[in-house]
Every structure is written in C-alpha cells, then in structure tokens.
C-alpha cells in the first residue's frame, strides 16, 4: 500500500479532505478534485501553468 499523498493539480487540496479524479495527460498522471473538474472540462487554459500543454487545448463553443 503505497503512502504517498496526491493533491489536486489547481487547488493543492489533498485526498484526504477532497475526493480526486486521476486522469493522465502527455504520459503523465495528474489529479484533481472534484470542485476543480469543471475547470479542467470547461476552462482548461486556465490551467497552463500546472498543466503543461493546457494552453493548446482548443476553446470550445460554450466557453465565455
């Protein structure tokens, strides 16, 4: 069982206080929480600084 303690990749929340969603992007795994999943789905530009490669997600139509 391992011991190490993931965080979301927006908010730094750890497991223990937010549930989290694995996900894997470029070969990578990532997490985050489930207050941030909509970001990641909706705004993921807004994540270019914690998610390398973020800013050339393309906008979709529903994006303000």
């Given at each position: 069982m391992s011991t190490e303690t993931h965080t979301c990749l927006n908010c730094n929340s750890p497991e223990d206080k937010s549930p989290l969603v694995s996900l894997r992007?470029?070969?990578?795994?990532?997490?985050?929480?489930?207050?941030?999943?909509?970001?990641?789905?909706h705004k993921p530009y807004l994540l270019?600084?914690?998610?390398?490669?973020?800013?050339?997600?393309?906008?979709?139509?529903?994006e303000d």
């Open positions: 992007f470029a070969g990578q795994p990532h997490w985050i929480c489930t207050r941030c999943l909509p970001i990641l789905i270019a600084d914690k998610l390398a490669g973020a800013e050339n997600f393309p906008v979709t139509s529903h």
